[in-house]
């Protein structure tokens, strides 16, 4: 997969009004959640490597790079991860 694109997982409109239509006839309470913690803790299965942030400068290792042992929020690999 190319992970230069952002992937995103959208629900088509057909689908959302089909559910919104079935909870106005039974009468069901409609909830919206916003989840802002989906992504902590997520793993992923490539080697992912980054550069040190800025102000968090280690002498002698200017220009090493750090190996992710988890996902960080803005990878484009964790969305499409999730979702599997």
């Known amino acids: 997969m190319d992970f230069q694109e952002t992937f995103a997982l959208v629900a088509k409109w057909n689908i959302i009004h089909s559910l919104v239509s079935l909870a106005i006839e039974h009468g069901w309470e409609i909830l919206h959640m916003d989840v802002k913690f989906v992504f902590l803790n997520g793993k992923i299965r490539e080697d992912v490597y980054v550069k040190e942030p800025c102000g968090f400068i280690v002498p002698s290792?200017?220009?090493?790079?750090?190996?992710?042992?988890?996902?960080?929020?803005?990878?484009?690999?964790?969305?499409?991860?999730?979702?599997?």
């Open 61 to 84: 290792f200017e220009c090493k790079v750090c190996k992710l042992k988890k996902a960080l929020y803005g990878l484009h690999q964790l969305p499409c991860a999730w979702h599997e």
